[in-house]
């Protein structure tokens, strides 16, 4: 008989067959890929310095480890600590950019697919004054391939073009390290 519907998964099965996704530089996988919702899990041991504006809300489950989302808000940043256990539905368009350190984190996450017309952002802050640099906005149709597309445009960019035009300060682009280390120099 043709099954009308998928099966149950045991998620740490799961987990334990798909390991080698959750690990950088990928660092997360689609458990239901042909669902409606987007539910990915997302393992550890990397920091970015992007931050996304999503349209839609998104559902974070800390299941093991520690996390926290770094926040811009309204010209400052912010931050949000997952700590192991935490559940937290983040609203539409709150500027996040998740960090994710430790490696043996692991983090269940809910998006939903976009409604037509709905616009992403990516947007790169300076770490000192946390003035725009340069951003993207995209009406998402594919998650894995659109998003990585906007980061090679900013990654390519020059010295000169990642230079705040507000306090002067050049944002180390994909150095994450050097982004996080003048961002904690200033706040
Ligand atoms: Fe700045």
């Not at 504006?53 to 489950?61: G, K, L, S």
């Not at 790169?124 to 946390?130: L, V």
Request: glycine share 8%; with cysteine; net charge negative.
């Amino acid at each position: 008989m043709e099954l009308q519907y998928g099966l149950p998964k045991n998620l740490m099965g799961w987990v334990e067959a798909n390991r080698d996704k959750l690990r950088p530089p990928v660092n997360n996988a689609a458990i239901f890929p042909d669902g409606n919702y987007i539910i990915n899990m997302v393992g550890g041991g990397n920091t970015r310095t992007d931050f996304h504006d999503n349209p839609t809300e998104e559902i974070f489950y800390q299941i093991r480890g520690t996390a926290y989302l770094n926040i811009w808000d309204r010209g400052k940043f912010d931050r949000i600590d997952l700590k192991e256990g935490d559940v937290f539905l983040q609203p539409p368009h709150l500027q996040h950019s998740p960090q994710r350190p430790d490696p043996n984190g692991l983090c269940f996450l809910v998006e939903l697919k976009r409604p037509k017309g709905a616009i992403d952002a990516l947007n790169w802050y300076c770490p000192k004054c946390a003035g725009l640099v340069w951003g993207a906005s995209m009406e998402l149709t594919d998650l894995v391939a659109d998003l990585p597309r906007t980061y090679e445009v900013f990654y390519a960019l020059s010295d000169a073009e990642r230079t705040c035009k507000h306090c002067g300060t050049v944002h180390p682009g994909k150095d994450y390290a050097a982004w996080h280390a003048i961002h904690a120099a200033n706040h």
